[in-house]
């Protein structure tokens, strides 16, 4: 998981990592691949690889839900059309979403928005799942629903998930490893029990912002 205050990089790490971005220094290494040193067909053997949730979703709107989740295997896969039909179909029921193949993103509410999003990441078995706030905007109850989505996901296509988020409650639940960003620079990292007793300043102004964080810090 990728923490830190708005605008301090987190986006702006992902979209370096999944290719999006280019890099001045360092290197994305995918299971020891230098990304940034392959040529387009290496890059594109990785990029099949990823499934992305962009922050705020990012839909096409003008295409169905169903339209959405093929738009990658048509893009990355040679799977002909009742291949990629069939595999649209099995990702949306994955995310609950079985009757929802010819609505429209406007017809969506923001839940349904992130399930299909997640199916459309999904959709070619990515090895890396790249998930950029998936749970902002939605209420807590709808936030923890995707939130067990992405992890039960991930332990069951054995994918390595990486998610930014805001969302401290899906911090200390799922936080496995833990980097807290500070002004664009890597200032901390640790995992769930680690970020409740560090006692760096910035990582704990972070944590303990809001009131419930503050009621938690207590029982330590
Ligand atoms: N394409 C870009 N070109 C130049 N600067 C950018 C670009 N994208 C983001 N930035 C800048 O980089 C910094 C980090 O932005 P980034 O979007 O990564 O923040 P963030 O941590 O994701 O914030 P938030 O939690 O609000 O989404 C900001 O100062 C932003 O203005
Ligand atoms: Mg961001």
Redesign the pocket.
Known sequence: MII??????????I?SMVGL?DIDTGEVLFDGRSFYDLNFSGKKEIRKEIGMLF?GGALFDSKTVEENVVFPLSMFTDLSESEKQDRANFCLQRVHLANANKLYPSELSGGMKKRVAIARAISVQPKYLFC??PNSGLDPKTAIVIDNLIKEITEEYSITTVV?T?DMNSVVENGDNILF?YK?EKWWEGNKEEILRTDNKEVQDFVYATKFMKEIKSKF
Do not use: A, F, P
């Open positions: 830190g205050e708005s605008g301090s990089g987190k986006t702006v790490l979209r971005n922050q950029d706030e930014i805001h960003i664009g």
